[in-house]
């Protein structure tokens, strides 16, 4: 029979067991700020890839008008309701694309990121 012994450590923690606790806490509370803005970037990249499937349908004002409206939507910066549409002739095609800025706020630091996203689809 195989016994483990235990011993009794009177309520006290591993001081190495807090400190870990505490980084994955922090990267945790910092990583979900950040994820924040890649969901929005993923959201309105799907929105441009339904307007650019349905593009041979619709108009540029009405493609630009439903994408802004999903800009303010999801509370994107001004930059993003910059849309540009592009239809190209051979191959036929329409490309929408956009561009923002953002930072990524830590701890006495800012991260400087630059959302780009693209649809592309054949008309």
């Known amino acids: ?21 505490a980084v994955i806490a922090t990267v945790a509370f910092y990583g979900i700020g950040a994820m924040r803005g890649y969901i929005k970037f993923y959201q309105m990249r799907d ?7 349905f593009a041979g349908n619709q108009t540029d004002v009405d493609m630009r008008r439903k994408l802004r409206a999903k800009a303010t939507e999801l ?12 239809r190209q002739g051979r191959p036929r095609m329409v490309i929408i694309t956009a561009t923002w800025p953002d930072t990524i706020a830590i701890p006495f630091y800012g991260i400087p990121i630059i959302y780009r996203p693209e649809a592309r689809a054949p008309l």
Do not use: C, N, S, Y
């Open 1 to 21: 029979m195989v016994t483990a012994t235990l011993r009794h450590r009177g309520g006290r923690v591993p001081i190495k067991f807090l400190v870990t606790v």
């Open 47 to 53: 929105e441009m890839r339904v307007q650019a499937r």
């Open 75 to 86: 509370g994107l910066p001004a930059d993003a309701q910059r849309i540009t549409i592009r």
